[in-house]
């Protein structure tokens, strides 16, 4: 059975930094993409960042670019979602999740598993 966990949401500064975690379990990182996305109150759910074993990493929003980075550690089975430079919009609960593949898609719909997101905000 797949299963995500997220951690390392919490509360920040503008200007600040927060490093989210996704454990995953019954999967394997040769197999699966790992995306992380978030959904802000009153917004629709958006694609930030994805890994992959063809892909390797991808940044999706404009808006993060320069500022979110995506890594693994095939050791403990873990992605990561640095950020930096946070902003107060991107306030948000953010969210790990998995597909089968080698290869990451933006559409949100084709990953089938899901944490149970973790809450990040940023104060101005």
């Known amino acids: 059975e797949v299963q995500l966990v997220e951690s390392g949401g919490g509360l920040v500064q503008a200007g600040g930094s927060l490093r989210l975690s996704c454990a995953a379990s019954g999967l394997s990182f040769d197999d699966y993409a790992i995306g992380w996305f978030r959904q802000a109150p009153g917004k629709e759910r958006e694609a930030v960042a994805c890994?992959?074993?063809?892909?390797?990493?991808?940044i999706w929003p404009n808006s993060v670019k320069g500022r979110f980075t995506i890594s693994s550690d095939n050791v403990k089975n873990t992605v990561s979602l640095q950020m930096n430079s946070l902003k107060p919009e991107d306030t948000a609960i953010y969210y790990c999740a998995a597909t089968t593949g080698s290869m990451c898609p933006v559409v949100i719909g084709w990953y089938s598993y899901w944490g149970q997101g973790t809450q990040v905000t940023v104060s101005s």
């Open positions: 890994i992959a074993s063809s892909d390797g990493t991808t």
